[in-house]
């Protein structure tokens, strides 16, 4: 029985792989592992290193000596053998002469190669490697900060190694980068791996969550997979390299990450691990650690690779490295260096603050302030006149002075450059704010539509193993209604089958009872009452009896004894063949019996010679009708195994054609999906610009109302007089 498929498998757990691997010898034929002895725990038992996917254990092959890691997966994957020949293919072809050290290990896909129960399985062999994880390294040499420092730089090359040949790890953490004793790393665990000939397909993990993006999606599936990853762990690695002491503060005994973890990206401004890094006194430090602050929230696939940001080179432990500057925008609004051609179709960067300031105070007096200058005493001088006059009617009339030349003065001011100047800055700046969207609107409009994307993305991904399930379940449903179909036919066929030598007997037991019951009334017909009748039948009775119907021996089968009214005397009936009785005149109860008697002497001289078996043809003739029924039977159930494979390809191409559907419509959504996360990062960006623009412009505008204060109608008045 070969291995069973379908993303509904249920594929044998770690501890049923491990009972099998107690008798290696029978659960394998790979002529390298049948036989093999296992690493065992102090139980006795095989030792497993369990995973999400997969349980490895340490194998060594009793042929060779070799030691070999073999992974026995306990979840079905997705075209898992097509993944790993095309990753094997891909790594087979890399010149270890052009890599920055041999961090690639070799494995070989086997196929229904380990028998758990009745079924058969495939596994991973890979290459034994002596090497200790990433954080157990940093464990016992996080006070070495050269060493440190020189591993970081050692990661930065596997990284540029991976983006030099388009090859993503798709999990880098330190459970999968392990150091070996000369300091150089193993890469290991390629379930989702990314190479250039899987393009298309969907990822098959999000990889552990304490190094990945928050924006890193289930469709998310490219070169661009570990770029989040790397800018992590290679700051951790320069941080610990430029201050040991940031090991122990922020990394967790045991934890499952180095120095910053799932909590740390997602909410940066909350985050302790982060905001130490961010106030780091090495630059290095902190730069580093604003570049992953700003990243965490952008698509991946425009995210840098962290080979083309840093510089290719080592440098001490005591040397601060160059790293970009912080990414956060500039006061312009427009993006960061390291962005720049990595934004597809980015829009222009936002409008700068205009030049034009708002004056804060009146230049050189023109003639007309002069005039409005000189309007003053005359006005005041015109009033009093008319007080002292007594032209005081109607009552305003001396303030009529006064308001013409407060009127003039206002005319005067706004005919000053200065005035227009700053009224026209100040529409200027209304104007710009009117078209920049309100940042904690527009922010919370953002987390609102990407919390309801990421709700309707994770129904969406939650759905397709689901509709897979479903479409597997309804062709396995299919497949046994079928068998049980055929099983079904295949009985009745067997039993009629098995019963044809029962049907043989009885039907060559019926032909001769047939025989003989046809060969005993024929000699009842033949014996005629009027040529041997009985005692007491003479030539009257024999005619009376004839005329109702009696001739010979056959046309009667006894008698019935009758009662006769009004005498009650005894008499007699014949009875007839089919139950009918006559009743013979002359026929008493005594010549009743004579004709019984004689019919029964009849009979029993009839049966004494009739056949006692059948011919050979009417034998053969039976015997070829039931041969005939054997081969129809025989055929019919031959035509049942046909019909039930005709159901079960059926049943295939109905699955097959579903999952294809699936698969494409998936596929779409992811595609969907995928523009409207690269929507998002433009739309964050875009967020970014929008925030550094409205402060830009809030103070502007702030700014410019207080020049215009220096503008004032009582300013105006005094620089008439004073000049200033």
Same mark, same amino acid.
């Given at each position: 029985m070969g291995a069973p498929t379908g993303p509904q498998v249920q594929f044998p757990s770690g501890?049923?792989?491990?009972?099998?691997?107690?008798?290696?010898?029978?659960?394998?034929?790979?002529?390298?592992?049948?036989?093999?002895?296992?690493?065992? =725990?102090?139980?006795?038992?095989?030792?497993?290193?369990?995973?999400?996917?997969?349980?490895?254990?340490?194998?060594?092959?009793?042929?060779?000596?070799?030691?070999?890691?073999?992974?026995?997966?306990?979840?079905?994957?997705?075209?898992?053998?097509?993944?790993?020949?095309?990753?094997?293919?891909?790594?087979?072809?890399?010149?270890?002469?052009?890599?920055?050290?041999?961090?690639?290990l070799g494995f070989e896909y086997l196929p229904d190669a380990i028998r758990v129960g009745k079924d058969l399985y495939p596994v991973l062999k890979m290459e034994w490697i002596e090497a200790v994880t990433l954080s157990s390294w940093l464990e016992d040499n996080?006070?070495?900060?050269?060493?440190?420092?020189?591993?970081?730089?050692?990661?930065?090359?596997?990284?540029?190694?991976? &983006?030099?040949?388009?090859?993503?790890?798709?999990?880098?953490?330190?459970?999968?980068?392990?150091?070996?004793?000369?300091?150089?790393?193993?890469?290991?665990?390629?379930?989702?791996?990314?190479?250039?000939?899987?393009?298309?397909?969907?990822?098959?993990?999000?990889?552990?969550?304490?190094y990945q993006s928050p924006m890193r999606g289930n469709d998310d599936f490219g070169v661009a997979l570990d770029r989040f990853s790397a800018w992590v762990i290679f700051l951790s690695l320069k941080a610990i390299a430029a201050d040991p002491a940031l090991w122990n503060r922020l990394h967790e005994p045991s934890g499952e990450f180095l120095l910053l973890a799932e909590e740390d990206f997602k909410n940066p401004a909350g985050s302790t691990g982060l905001q130490t890094l961010l106030a780091h006194p090495d630059r290095t430090v902190s730069g580093l650690a604003d570049q992953v602050r700003s990243l965490a929230f952008q698509p991946l696939d425009l995210l840098p690779p962290l080979a083309q940001t840093v510089p290719n080179q080592r440098t001490s432990a005591t040397t601060s490295t160059s790293v970009p500057a912080p990414s956060g925008v500039s006061a312009t609004g427009a993006l960061p260096s390291w962005m720049a051609g990595h934004v597809p179709g980015q829009a222009a960067p936002a409008a700068a603050v205009p030049a034009a300031v708002s004056p804060g105070s009146f230049r050189t007096r023109t003639p007309l302030d002069l005039l409005a200058a000189g309007l003053w005493p005359l006005a005041l001088a015109a009033a009093v006149l008319m007080v002292v006059a007594g032209f005081t009617a109607p009552a305003v009339a001396p303030g009529?002075?006064?308001?013409?030349?407060?009127?003039?003065?206002?005319?005067?001011?706004?005919?000053?450059?200065?005035?227009?100047?700053?009224?026209?800055?100040?529409?200027?700046?209304?104007?710009?704010?009117?078209?920049?969207?309100?940042?904690?609107?527009?922010?919370?409009?953002?987390?609102?539509?990407?919390?309801?994307?990421?709700?309707?993305?994770?129904?969406?991904?939650?759905?397709?193993?689901?509709?897979?399930?479903?479409?597997?379940?309804?062709?396995?449903?299919?497949?046994?209604?079928?068998?049980?179909?055929?099983?079904?036919?295949?009985?009745?066929?067997?039993?009629?089958?098995?019963?044809?030598?029962?049907?043989?007997?009885?039907?060559? &037991?019926?032909?001769? &009872?047939?025989?003989?019951?046809?060969?005993?009334?024929?000699?009842?017909?033949?014996?005629?009452?009027?040529?041997?009748?009985?005692? #007491?039948?003479?030539?009257?009775?024999?005619?009376?009896?004839?005329?109702? #119907?009696?001739?010979?021996?056959?046309?009667?089968?006894?008698?019935?004894?009758?009662?006769?009214?009004?005498?009650?005397s005894s008499g007699a009936v014949l009875v007839l063949p089919g139950g009918r009785v006559a009743n013979v005149h002359g026929i008493g109860e005594a010549k009743a019996i004579a004709l019984d008697v004689w019919r029964k002497a009849v009979l029993a001289s009839a049966v004494a010679?009739?056949?006692?078996?059948?011919?050979?043809?009417?034998?053969?003739?039976?015997?070829? #009708?039931?041969?005939?029924?054997?081969?129809?039977?025989?055929?019919?159930?031959?035509?049942?195994? =046909?019909?039930?494979?005709?159901?079960?390809?059926?049943?295939?191409?109905?699955?097959?054609? #579903?999952?294809?559907?699936?698969?494409?419509?998936?596929?779409?959504?992811?595609?969907?999906?995928?523009?409207?996360?690269?929507e998002f990062g433009r739309r964050t960006v875009a967020l970014q610009q929008n925030s550094v623009l409205h402060g830009t412009l809030s103070t502007a505008l702030e700014d410019a109302r207080v020049q215009q204060r220096g503008l004032s109608y009582m300013r105006y008045v005094r620089f008439l007089y004073v000049g200033r």
């Open positions: 501890a049923a792989y491990a009972e099998a691997l107690q008798h290696t010898q029978l659960c394998f034929q790979h002529p390298e592992l049948k036989a093999a002895r296992p690493e065992l =725990t102090r139980l006795g038992l095989p030792r497993a290193i369990s995973g999400a996917f997969a349980s490895v254990f340490s194998l060594t092959s009793a042929t060779s000596g070799q030691r070999y890691a073999v992974k026995c997966f306990t979840r079905h994957v997705p075209d898992q053998e097509r993944r790993y020949r095309a990753i094997s293919d891909r790594l087979a072809r890399l010149d270890s002469a052009e890599l920055s050290q041999q961090w690639n996080h006070t070495d900060r050269f060493a440190v420092d020189r591993l970081a730089d050692r990661f930065e090359g596997l990284t540029r190694d991976l &983006a030099a040949h388009e090859i993503a790890h798709g999990d880098l953490q330190h459970g999968n980068l392990l150091v070996a004793g000369d300091d150089t790393f193993r890469l290991v665990d390629y379930d989702g791996m990314y190479v250039p000939a899987l393009a298309g397909l969907g990822g098959t993990e999000r990889g552990h969550r304490n009529i002075p006064l308001v013409l030349a407060a009127a003039m003065t206002m005319f005067a001011r706004s005919r000053r450059a200065e005035w227009s100047q700053s009224r026209a800055a100040l529409a200027m700046l209304a104007h710009q704010m009117s078209q920049v969207e309100e940042p904690g609107k527009a922010a919370a409009k953002l987390r609102k539509d990407r919390a309801k994307f990421d709700s309707a993305e994770s129904d969406r991904t939650a759905a397709y193993p689901r509709d897979q399930d479903k479409l597997t379940a309804e062709y396995h449903a299919a497949l046994q209604e079928a068998e049980k179909r055929k099983a079904r036919k295949q009985r009745d066929a067997d039993k009629k089958i098995d019963g044809l030598s029962e049907e043989l007997r009885k039907a060559l &037991a019926k032909a001769l &009872a047939d025989k003989q019951s046809a060969h005993v009334r024929d000699q009842l017909a033949r014996r005629l009452i009027v040529q041997s009748p009985p005692h #007491g039948i003479g030539p009257t009775l024999a005619a009376r009896l004839a005329a109702h #119907g009696i001739r010979t021996a056959a046309d009667f089968t006894g008698y019935r004894a009758v009662q006769h009214s009004p005498y009650n010679k009739q056949p006692t078996a059948l011919s050979h043809t009417e034998r053969q003739s039976i015997e070829q #009708g039931i041969s005939r029924r054997r081969v129809q039977l025989t055929d019919q159930r031959k035509a049942v195994e =046909t019909d039930a494979e005709t159901s079960r390809v059926l049943a295939r191409k109905r699955l097959d054609e #579903g999952r294809q559907r699936l698969a494409r419509e998936n596929a779409a959504a992811g595609d969907r999906a995928r523009l409207e996360r690269q």
